[in-house]
C-alpha cells in the first residue's frame, strides 16, 4: 500500500488549503484514514481522521470548525480541507491509514499501519 500526500505549499493567515492522500495497492474498505502533522521540535499529533465505510469523522480540537477531513470512495483518496489557517497550524502533514476496522484510540499514531511520505504547510502571519 502506498499513500501519496500533495497539496501543502505556503499561505498567509486566514487562507485556505485542500490536501489530498492518494491510496494505491489496496482498495479502501473498512479502514480508517487519518492525518497527523509534525511542526519542528514537537511529536506528531493528530489532525482528523475518518472511516472510509461510513465517513464517520473526529478532529482535534484545535482544528475542530476550520478543517473538514472527506474521502473519495470512487478515487481511493482522502481529502483534508483546512480552512482559517493560523500561523501555529505550520508542520509537515502526514496521512495514515489502518486497514484492521477498529476505531479506538484513533487519535495515537501507533495505531496506523500505512504512512504518506508527508506535505509542507506553512502558514505565514
Known amino acids: 500500500v502506498q499513500l501519496q500526500a500533495s497539496g501543502g505549499g505556503l499561505v498567509q493567515a486566514g487562507g485556505s488549503l485542500r490536501l489530498s492522500c492518494a491510496a494505491s495497492?489496496?482498495?479502501?474498505?473498512?479502514?480508517?484514514m487519518g492525518w497527523f502533522r509534525q511542526a519542528p521540535g514537537k511529536e506528531r499529533e493528530f489532525v482528523a481522521r475518518?472511516?472510509?465505510?461510513?465517513?464517520?469523522?473526529d478532529y482535534a480540537d484545535s482544528v475542530k470548525g476550520r478543517f473538514t477531513i472527506s474521502r473519495d470512495v470512487a478515487k481511493n483518496t482522502a481529502y483534508l480541507q483546512m480552512s482559517s489557517l493560523k500561523p501555529e497550524d505550520t508542520a509537515v502533514y502526514y496521512c495514515?491509514?489502518?486497514?484492521?476496522?477498529?476505531?479506538?484510540?484513533?487519535?495515537?499514531?501507533?495505531?496506523?499501519?500505512?504512512w504518506g511520505q508527508g506535505t509542507q504547510v506553512t502558514v505565514s502571519s
Open positions: 495514515a491509514a489502518d486497514p484492521s476496522g477498529y476505531s479506538g484510540r484513533y487519535y495515537s499514531p501507533q495505531r496506523y499501519t500505512y
Open positions: 495497492g489496496r482498495t479502501f474498505s473498512d479502514d480508517m
Open positions: 475518518i472511516r472510509w465505510n461510513n465517513s464517520k469523522t
